[in-house]
């Protein structure tokens, strides 16, 4: 089922725009993540949870990383820093 319905998270530095409708559960995101910070390729242990229409972040997400926004091939997580 696809997402839909955006909405906003707080994240460090940055406000996260949430577009599930844009999400194709390529798991791409999570797949970098869980490479970058757990040094395996597997999406359970990602700091970024798809489970359309949520997408979330766990609490262990780092603050001011933007990884996850930058390798989504269709973007549908946004991250613009706060003012
Ligand atoms: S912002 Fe960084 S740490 Fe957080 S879910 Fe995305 S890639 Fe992982
Ligand atoms: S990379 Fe983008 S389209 Fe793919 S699962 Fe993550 S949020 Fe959805």
Avoid: W
Avoid at 3 to 9: A, D, E, F, L, M
Avoid at 27 to 38: G, P, V
Avoid at 46 to 73: G, H
Wanted: hydrophobic content about 30%; proline content about 4%; aromatic content about 8%.
């Amino acid at each position: 089922m696809k997402g839909k319905g955006t909405y906003t998270i707080r994240k460090g530095q940055y406000v996260v725009k949430v577009d599930p409708a844009k999400c194709t559960e390529c798991y791409i995101c999570q797949l970098h993540c869980s490479l970058a910070y757990k040094a395996a390729c597997n999406i359970e242990r990602a700091k970024i949870k798809i489970d359309l229409p949520r997408i979330s972040f766990t609490e262990e997400c780092t603050e001011n990383c933007t990884l996850c926004m930058r390798y989504c091939p269709r973007e549908a997580i946004t991250f613009t820093e706060r003012v």
